[in-house]
């Protein structure tokens, strides 16, 4: 059984099959309208979510398919192991989608599930972002060769799963990242990234701007976090230490790179409010590729 855990497990040519093929369903999304027909999607959440809940129940009702959201603090998923939960759960539709607070409760989701599991977000990995992120490069550039992105902010998940997705398709990324989130830390993953030759970290923005075709930020501080009284010190730490790297017309020091962002964005933070809307802002592109990807997504999933 095939499931989505942090994008670690696909070849080259199972990524690039997924990702053309949600180019083609955002082309023609009529000609996939029954593809799920009677499929469920069970969504479960541990965290909030806009762009990750609207884009899966979007996708799925679009396919001809359904989905059942559930909140895992109201479900008995919070107070049962999780091995009992998931194997009824799973007996009740034809895939999940879980967006939980730590990686190992993903794994054992996936463990005893009986049908795929996609990871929709965690402490280590968040896949589908970077699904949607690589198809927004191919869909601008028409290709991966020669294709170089900068990624500027916390080393966090979305981080690992651009690394994992870039390693595999041979795209050049360079890392721009002073602050590690410790939780979201894979050795081996980055051991492996640096040894492929394609994953380079950078102290400085503005060199590695000038080899960019795409730089991308993302949130300085974890989403659950952000308006939390207990967390102020750590967000003042990181504003603080973070402001020098903001994504901003000074650091592009002339360079026009295309810009991206997973959202939810924090302007005056991690990124200058000007360039979210420039011509050269591709992040609602981004956004909305989230749906046609994992459309596809699902349907690899579901053998359709």
Known sequence: MNHLLSLKEWNKETLQSIIQMGIEIKKNPEKYDRACKRKGLLMLFQKTSTRTNLSFQSGINQLGGYSVTMDWDSSNFSISPIQYEVQY???????????????????????????????????????CQALADLMTVYEISGTFSGITITYVGIHNNVANSLVAGCVS????????????????????????????GYVENLKNLSEAVSRSNFVYTDTWIDMEFFHESHYQDEKNRRTEQMLPFQLNRENLKGYSPYIMHDMPIHPGYEIEEELIETDRSVIYQQAENRMHVQKSLLLYLLNK
């Open 89 to 127: 759960a799973s007996r009740n539709c034809d895939v999940i989608m879980a967006r939980l607070k730590k990686h190992s409760d993903l794994l054992e989701l996936a463990k005893y599930s009986k049908v795929p599991v996609i990871n929709g977000c965690c402490d280590k990995y968040h896949p």
């Open 169 to 196: 398709l041979g795209i050049r990324l360079l890392l721009v990242t002073p602050i590690i989130n410790t939780p979201s830390w894979d050795e081996e993953l980055m051991q492996d990234a640096y040894q492929s």
